[in-house]
């Protein structure tokens, strides 16, 4: 037996099989945390929905089931393309640099990375990790304040922390990983 969610895409309903779904998801969580600051999200949201609704509308012209499969949401999704990361006219990118290459995984795929660097937080765990001081830097103040009472968990979640840190593991408060170094 196969789930069929049914969704609406900019005033367009649809039914999708559960991969289908999990793809579509992921896609419009991978965008809107793509979007920059100063970017009305629900307004680019909506408009991007309208887009994958058309693209989805072309491709099922000819389909013989209701249901829209993995794979045609799939060839909807790369026609539209990735939402490319927001960034800020104040800091231009240095001459001569070079865009970030894709990742060997696909794009709906790929978890939004943190904008912390492991260096700083790596020094404060090391240095003060038994207080916690790098949780609060990222933003995890209640696991901080915890950290800070059981003296690290009497050693032992500063150690984990650590080790976190040093495997590329280690998430800020909204749950995205810290990879870069510097």
Not at 17 to 35: C, F, G, V, W
Not at 109 to 124: D, H, K, M, V
């Amino acid at each position: 037996m196969r789930r069929v969610i049914t969704v609406n895409l900019g005033g367009n309903a649809f039914q999708l099989d559960e991969e289908a779904y999990e793809r579509l998801r992921a896609h419009l969580n991978l965008t809107e945390s793509r979007l920059g600051p100063g970017v009305d999200r629900a307004t680019v949201l909506n408009d991007f929905e309208r887009s994958i609704a058309d693209q989805i509308a072309v491709i099922r012209t000819a389909a013989s089931t209701p249901v829209v499969s993995d794979a045609e949401l799939q060839q909807a999704l790369s026609a539209l393309g990735v939402v490319e990361p927001a960034r800020s006219f104040a800091q231009p990118s240095p001459a001569g640099s070079e865009p970030i290459p894709p990742r060997a995984s696909p794009a709906w795929e790929q978890e939004a990375e943190s904008n912390y660097t492991r260096l700083p937080i790596f020094i404060l765990c090391l240095l003060f990790g038994w207080l916690g001081i790098h949780r609060f830097f990222v933003g995890k103040v209640g696991t901080g304040v915890l950290m800070l009472i059981t003296i690290g968990g009497l050693g032992i979640w500063w150690a984990i922390d650590f080790i976190l840190i040093l495997l590329g593991q280690f998430r800020d408060r909204e749950g995205r990983r810290i990879l870069r170094w510097a």
